[in-house]
């Protein structure tokens, strides 16, 4: 997913106003996420894309950081019959304190999907492994009590790796490699794979991540309603 940011939308609300992609557009991809970065969408010609399942849309970031776009992403989606979900981006910041961010933007009636955390070296850098698991499973467990679903976690095959196996194997994982298929230690499979941040899909003016299922997983598996 794109990393943090701390500019606000701009006062143009037709960003981009051009094509910033080129070439073919992409194909094989079962969902997208999107945020800021994409800035408005054409979501008449991106829901006649008969490929895509589902929309993540960035909501929160930190303590403080809502996306400038993500109540308009959302209504659009839902508008558009688009099974639609929320991420937030982990930060340093306090989880409770995180959480709150969170809660006050995300409305659990307006989405399809379970909500994601996602968890990145730029959001979490200096962070020991067990003080990065600690934020983690507080999120991770605010969530689940205020609303009833445990989080699904978004990270790179070696974050994984490196911060969350083992304690984290039994959650849904959203796991990001664009060299290869992800491959996780000990038993852990991942259920959604990020294998492109650089697809062209119809509709949207800038590159935009790409996402498909496990071979084992359908939207069936991430819906909440």
């Known amino acids: 997913m794109i990393t943090s940011y701390i500019i606000e ?10 094509d910033l992609t080129s070439g073919q557009y992409s194909g094989s991809y079962d969902g997208i996420d999107i945020s800021r970065h994409q800035g408005r969408i054409h ?6 894309v008969k490929r895509l399942k589902f929309i993540y849309v960035k909501a929160t970031e930190g303590t403080s950081i809502k996306d400038p776009w993500y109540e308009e992403n959302i209504k659009n989606a839902r508008k558009h019959q688009i099974y639609v979900g929320s991420y937030h981006f982990l930060t340093k910041m306090p989880a409770v304190l995180q959480f709150e961010n969170f809660r006050a933007v995300y409305d659990k009636e307006k989405q399809n ?7 990145e070296d730029d959001g979490t850098k200096g962070l020991s492994k067990s003080e990065i698991q600690s934020l983690l ?5 605010l969530c689940k ?12 095959e070696s974050y994984f790796k490196d911060y969350l196996s083992p ?6 994982l959203w796991i990001a490699s ?11 499979h991942y259920d959604i794979w990020q294998y492109s941040r650089h697809g062209r899909v119809p509709g949207v003016w800038n590159w935009v991540d790409l996402n498909r299922f496990a071979k084992n997983r359908s939207i069936d598996d991430i819906r909440i309603n």
């Open 9 to 18: 939308k701009s006062s143009d609300n037709k960003w981009p106003t051009h």
């Open 43 to 48: 979501w008449e010609e991106l829901s006649n």
């Open 113 to 119: 999907l379970l909500p994601v955390v996602d968890a």
């Open 137 to 141: 499973k507080t999120f991770c467990k």
């Open 145 to 156: 009590s205020y609303y009833g679903h445990t989080p699904i976690i978004y990270c790179s």
């Open 167 to 172: 304690e984290f194997d039994g959650y849904y």
């Open 178 to 188: 664009y060299n290869h298929e992800p491959v996780l230690p000990g038993k852990p």
